[in-house]
């Protein structure tokens, strides 16, 4: 098995997050996928099985669990597979349905890739529920910004948007991993997508991934691409829109995500990032 190294999200090799990749999977199992990604330790492998028609079908794996899909792992993958074979179009098949996913190099040399999610949809989150997942983070209602109401939303994973009213609150994560985790497999939600808005199109993000095993990941395609759904969905942002968002900042490990919101209900969201090896 090769397995690669890359970081998403950003170009330097100790920012944005890391993802494991195997560009061919075929013949591997679904143990080995799982005990290879609890190896490589990092919050989600891929594993591809090129197809005879060009295309890929690809899994996600984190140290503990699949989930059905991974926008930073899309995003290692897509620029792994153009390293190898060259930049252009390419078309994932994944468990949440299938990813398109487009290369291009920047003058620099760098690889740039942008998927596009399958369509976004969100839904309330029960009271309850967010009594418990406020609880669990240490929050309380007077922390949250009324002008972005709690919601799950999803761009291929469900993920809880939770919106800080202060970039001081973002900053200060020390949260109940056990209960949160516990919280988060009975409603099947990937990550926490804890936000901030900076200004109309610039966010900053963080976001729990304890289902996973991970405490937070510095880099989260998928909840940014729920989110650009949701901002559409509720007429939260002018459209269409390219939104900035900022994460991994307040671990070490800074990325930049770009994500484009078509006009239209139906479209997918664009999450748009670099790839580079690591090591």
């Known amino acids: 098995m090769d397995i690669l190294r890359y970081v998403a ?44 028609d060009g295309t890929l079908d690809i899994r996600y794996f984190s140290p503990q669990i699949e989930v059905p899909f991974c926008g930073h792992a ?59 997942l406020l609880a669990a983070l240490g929050w309380s209602a007077d922390d949250l910004d009324p002008a972005l109401p709690p919601r799950a939303a999803y761009g291929g ?30 409603r099947d939600w990937a990550t926490v997508a804890l936000v901030h808005r900076e200004s109309e199109t610039v966010f900053h993000a963080r976001n729990p991934f304890p289902p996973g095993g991970v405490f937070e990941d510095p880099a989260t395609g998928a909840a940014a691409a729920a989110f650009g759904g949701y901002l559409r969905s509720h007429g939260l942002v002018d459209l269409p829109a390219t939104l900035t968002i900022h994460q991994g900042v307040d671990m070490g490990r800074p990325s930049l995500l770009t994500v484009g919101v078509p006009a239209q209900r139906s479209s997918g969201i664009q999450v748009t990032g670099t790839a580079v090896p690591i090591g």
Not at 33 to 38: D, F, S, V
Not at 169 to 186: I, S, T, V, W
């Open 9 to 52: 999200f950003s170009t330097d090799p100790h920012g944005g997050n890391p993802a494991g990749v195997v560009l061919d999977a075929a013949g591997i199992d679904e143990a080995t996928m799982a005990a290879t990604a609890a190896e490589v330790g990092y919050s989600e492998t891929a594993f591809a099985v090129p197809r005879a």
């Open 74 to 132: 899309t995003i290692a993958t897509a620029v792994a597979h153009a390293h190898r074979h060259g930049v252009g179009d390419l078309l994932l098949r994944t468990k949440a349905g299938p990813v398109p996913v487009t290369t291009s190099t920047l003058p620099d040399g760098t690889v740039v890739a942008t998927l596009v999610s399958v369509e976004p949809r969100d839904e309330e989150i029960a009271e309850d529920d967010l009594a418990e």
């Open 157 to 186: 994973a469900w993920h809880p948007v939770i919106a800080a009213a202060t970039r001081e609150r973002l900053a200060e994560l020390d949260y109940d991993m056990a209960a949160l985790g516990e919280l988060m497999a009975r």
